[in-house]
């Protein structure tokens, strides 16, 4: 019940999750909203689930239906997690049922209102005492009367009537195609708030967005947004820039796992920061995320660790090889590894998916290995705003967060990835091969660390049976970031062959 | 108003006509209706039954019959069940769709609603 400054208007909260943020607030109260959008954009579900939002709470409502029967949406939102029977049997839910009834013929003769229709609609609203109303949806309406002119004056009048009743409302309406022009557009004129659902095809991906048109004297967030359909959740928005960067900066240093590591940083990570790792396949990402994993239940902080390249058995194996006991951790409760396909579900389901376990297992520290094989089943501005999210939302957690990008050439280069995201996390770790005297080996350098100085060498690593160890920089080789490491004149050649042997 | 109603001319073979007809309140448009349906069973004289009914004051009902646009005529006999929506402004209309017996050959001017023209 957040009151709104905006000329005294006054917003319901839905709880359909991320919508009252977009709608600073929710929706007007009191008023109706029209939902529109194309056939399969989520209509009926926003529409059940507003309800079903506000009977979780203690509200009661009405859903009058025009198209579906009555059994076949009980039936179809059971998946959801709603169990409309029951709340009809608490007298919290009434259907008003105007769909059509095929097996009786009806002949319209002269003028008519929908004055029956309001009636039940009151009715209904005064015997369980409804605050939400949902219609569903206009067309059916139009398709059952053949003359729209007077239907839309009968629709006008049901509209405020319905306003009369003291509900907050929502009434669907399909449009034809995704554009904004439509023919029954006189319909957005019944209602002073609009908003709508698209479901589209983009880069082969589908991809919903709910946008708020207008909301009449009040405010709200302006463009589309993302959102999924989830079993036992139903909408789920993604309120991405709705996000406010409210969260605390911490100046409390955590290990990276790796003591060479929390050198050059300055001390180790800082506790809420999010760090980028990024290399060419083999050169230690997924040894940074066990040594990142290791160093957190080390001090028994619990650690969360996704993974979307490797099996599970994979990672246990990998960790073994470098000394670290991942099904110990898991025994004692401080580790949970999730391996999921990127290809299994949607980025938006994976973003949620995440924030579940992340809410459920509540760790200090979560390492995604890698963020590159997400974006594979992404467009970049999903991506994009699936890092957003993931970023904010553990930052606001005060948790560390370890996320790996593959660079897709051995030498050098950048991700993909990380030109998409290096702006929106606090460190940057490069690893990268160097070819040296015939000889692959493997730097590691720190890019950025935001709010510390740490050491800007880029160094060699070794890695063995107890994982990473960092030794001297590369002081005679020029060129490794740019993937044409040359060496120094020769000259220097003694020097280097004596690189590990003493600091010089 | 309806000077060639001829009452002993319905056909009075036992057929009973039930008629359920609802309106809302004392709208123009509801008044009509009962007056034009009213007179068309004024025709059928002890062989119609006709219940009006009220929305606003028996919501129930309507929603028991699913009734969505006042005024609704359901005929629920003889079977099938039919329905008319609207203020019944063509009485020709009515009788055929709800299959109401008339003098043969004669038609039966019923007063006309105007200017409400639909469909």
Same mark, same amino acid.
């Given at each position: 019940?957040?009151?709104?400054?905006?000329?005294?208007?006054?917003?319901? &909260?839905?709880?359909?999750?991320?919508?009252?943020?977009?709608?600073?607030?929710?929706?007007?109260?009191?008023?109706?909203?029209?939902?529109?959008? &194309?056939?399969?954009?989520?209509?009926?579900?926003?529409?059940?689930?507003?309800?079903?939002e506000?009977?979780?709470?203690?509200?009661?409502?009405?859903?009058?239906?025009?198209? @579906?029967?009555?059994?076949?949406i009980?039936?179809?939102?059971?998946?959801?997690?709603?169990?409309?029977?029951?709340?009809?049997?608490?007298?919290?839910? #009434?259907?008003?049922d105007?769909?059509?009834?095929? %097996?009786?013929?009806?002949?319209?003769?002269?003028?008519?209102?929908?004055?029956?229709?309001?009636?039940?609609?009151?009715?209904?609203v005064?015997?369980?005492?409804?605050?939400?109303?949902?219609?569903?949806?206009?067309?059916?309406?139009?398709?059952?009367?053949?003359?729209?002119?007077?239907?839309?004056? @009968?629709?006008?009048?049901?509209?405020?009537?319905?306003?009369?009743?003291?509900?907050?409302?929502?009434?669907?309406? /399909?449009?034809?195609?995704?554009?904004?022009?439509?023919?029954?557009?006189?319909?957005?004129?019944?209602?002073?708030?609009?908003?709508?659902?698209?479901?589209?095809?983009?880069?082969?991906?589908?991809?919903?967005?709910?946008?708020?048109?207008?909301?009449?004297?009040?405010?709200?967030?302006k463009?589309?947004?993302?959102?999924?359909?989830?079993?036992?959740?139903?909408?789920?928005? #993604?309120?991405?820039?709705?996000?406010?960067?409210?969260?605390?900066?911490?100046?409390?240093?955590?290990?990276?796992?790796?003591?060479?590591?929390?050198?050059?940083?300055?001390?180790?990570?800082?506790?809420?920061?999010?760090?980028?790792?990024?290399?060419?396949?083999?050169?230690g990402?997924?040894?940074?995320?066990?040594?990142?994993v290791?160093?957190?239940?080390?001090?028994?902080?619990?650690?969360?660790?996704?993974?979307?390249?490797?099996?599970?058995?994979?990672?246990?194996?990998?960790?073994?090889?470098?000394?670290r006991?991942?099904a110990?951790?898991?025994?004692?409760?401080l580790?949970?590894?999730?391996?999921?396909?990127p290809?299994?579900?949607?980025?938006?389901?994976?973003l949620?998916? #995440?924030?579940?376990?992340?809410?459920?297992?509540?760790?200090?520290?979560?390492?995604v290995?890698?963020?590159?094989?997400?974006?594979?089943?992404?467009?970049?501005?999903?991506f994009?705003e699936?890092?957003?999210?993931?970023?904010?939302? #553990?930052? @606001?957690?005060?948790?560390?967060?370890?996320?790996?990008?593959?660079t897709?050439?051995?030498?050098?280069?950048?991700?993909?990835? /990380?030109?998409?995201? %290096?702006?929106?996390?606090?460190?940057?770790?490069?690893?990268?091969?160097?070819?040296?005297?015939g000889?692959?080996?493997r730097?590691?350098?720190?890019?950025?660390?935001?709010?510390?100085?740490?050491?800007?060498?880029?160094? @060699?690593?070794?890695?063995?049976?107890?994982?990473?160890?960092?030794?001297?920089?590369?002081?005679?080789?020029?060129?490794?970031?740019?993937?044409?490491?040359?060496?120094?004149?020769? &000259?220097?050649?003694?020097?280097?062959?004596?690189?590990?042997?003493?600091?010089? | 108003?309806?000077?060639?109603?001829?009452?002993?001319?319905?056909?009075?073979?036992?057929?009973?006509?039930?008629?359920?007809l609802?309106?809302t309140?004392?709208?123009?448009?509801?008044?009509?209706?009962?007056?034009?349906?009213?007179?068309?069973?004024?025709?059928?004289?002890?062989?119609?039954?006709?219940?009006?009914?009220?929305?606003?004051?028996?919501?129930?009902?309507?929603?028991?019959?699913?009734?969505?646009?006042?005024?609704?005529?359901?005929?629920?006999?003889?079977?099938?069940?039919?329905?008319?929506?609207?203020?019944?402004?063509?009485?020709?209309?009515?009788?055929?769709?709800?299959?109401?017996?008339?003098?043969?050959?004669?038609?039966?001017?019923?007063?006309?609603?105007e200017?409400?023209?639909?469909?």
């Open positions: 019940m957040s009151d709104l400054a905006t000329v005294g208007l006054q917003k319901l &909260a839905t709880h359909i999750p991320g919508f009252d943020l977009i709608a600073m607030g929710g929706l007007t109260r009191g008023r109706t909203t029209l939902v529109t959008g &194309a056939a399969g954009s989520g209509k009926t579900i926003f529409a059940t689930q507003f309800l079903a506000g009977i979780a709470r203690g509200d009661s409502a009405v859903f009058v239906t025009f198209e @579906e029967s009555p059994r076949d009980r039936q179809n939102v059971v998946s959801m997690g709603w169990d409309i029977e029951a709340w009809e049997r608490q007298n919290r839910w #009434i259907f008003v105007a769909s059509p009834e095929p %097996s009786e013929e009806t002949l319209v003769i002269g003028s008519f209102d929908l004055g029956a229709l309001l009636a039940r609609i009151e009715h209904g005064r015997r369980v005492g409804a605050t939400r109303v949902s219609i569903d949806s206009l067309n059916a309406v139009f398709t059952r009367f053949q003359d729209s002119g007077s239907i839309r004056h @009968e629709l006008l009048r049901l509209v405020s009537g319905v306003r009369e009743l003291g509900v907050t409302a929502i009434l669907t309406s /399909e449009r034809p195609t995704d554009t904004l022009d439509d023919h029954h557009s006189v319909e957005e004129f019944v209602t002073d708030n609009v908003i709508i659902l698209r479901n589209t095809l983009e880069a082969e991906k589908r991809r919903r967005t709910i946008e708020i048109l207008k909301f009449r004297g009040t405010g709200h967030q463009g589309e947004f993302p959102f999924t359909v989830l079993p036992n959740a139903g909408i789920v928005v #993604i309120p991405l820039s709705a996000i406010q960067l409210t969260q605390k900066s911490s100046s409390v240093r955590i290990t990276s796992g790796n003591q060479d590591l929390d050198g050059l940083c300055g001390g180790g990570f800082f506790r809420d920061s999010v760090i980028l790792v990024s290399g060419a396949t083999g050169t990402k997924t040894l940074m995320c066990t040594e990142f290791g160093g957190g239940t080390g001090v028994t902080e619990r650690c969360l660790l996704l993974g979307f390249e490797e099996s599970r058995e994979q990672l246990f194996r990998n960790a073994d090889g470098w000394g006991d991942f110990g951790m898991e025994r004692d409760g580790l949970r590894v999730s391996c999921r396909y290809e299994s579900m949607q980025l938006e389901d994976h949620l998916q #995440i924030k579940r376990d992340i809410e459920e297992f509540k760790p200090a520290r979560v390492a290995d890698s963020l590159s094989a997400l974006e594979r089943v992404s467009t970049p501005r999903s994009r699936f890092v957003i999210d993931l970023t904010s939302f #553990i930052k @606001e957690r005060e948790i560390a967060g370890l996320f790996t990008a593959t897709p050439s051995l030498l050098g280069g950048e991700s993909v990835t /990380e030109s998409h995201i %290096s702006t929106i996390t606090d460190s940057i770790i490069l690893l990268r091969y160097v070819e040296l005297y000889e692959m080996r730097g590691i350098t720190v890019l950025k660390m935001r709010g510390s100085p740490h050491d800007k060498q880029i160094r @060699e690593f070794l890695i063995d049976n107890a994982g990473m160890h960092i030794g001297n920089p590369f002081r005679n080789v020029t060129g490794i970031l740019a993937g044409n490491p040359r060496q120094a004149p020769a &000259a220097e050649l003694d020097r280097v062959e004596h690189l590990f042997d003493v600091e010089p | 108003m309806t000077p060639q109603v001829n009452e002993g001319s319905a056909q009075s073979n036992g057929v009973l006509y039930v008629l359920a609802f309106i309140g004392q709208s123009a448009r509801s008044q009509r209706a009962v007056a034009n349906l009213r007179s068309l069973c004024d025709l059928l004289g002890e062989n119609c039954e006709l219940t009006v009914i009220d929305v606003l004051e028996r919501p129930q009902a309507a929603e028991d019959e699913r009734i969505l646009a006042t005024p609704t005529v359901i005929r629920r006999r003889p079977l099938p069940l039919r329905r008319v929506i609207g203020d019944l402004s063509d009485p020709d209309k009515v009788i055929a769709w709800l299959d109401l017996p008339t003098p043969a050959n004669q038609r039966t001017p019923l007063p006309v609603a200017g409400l023209i639909n469909g």
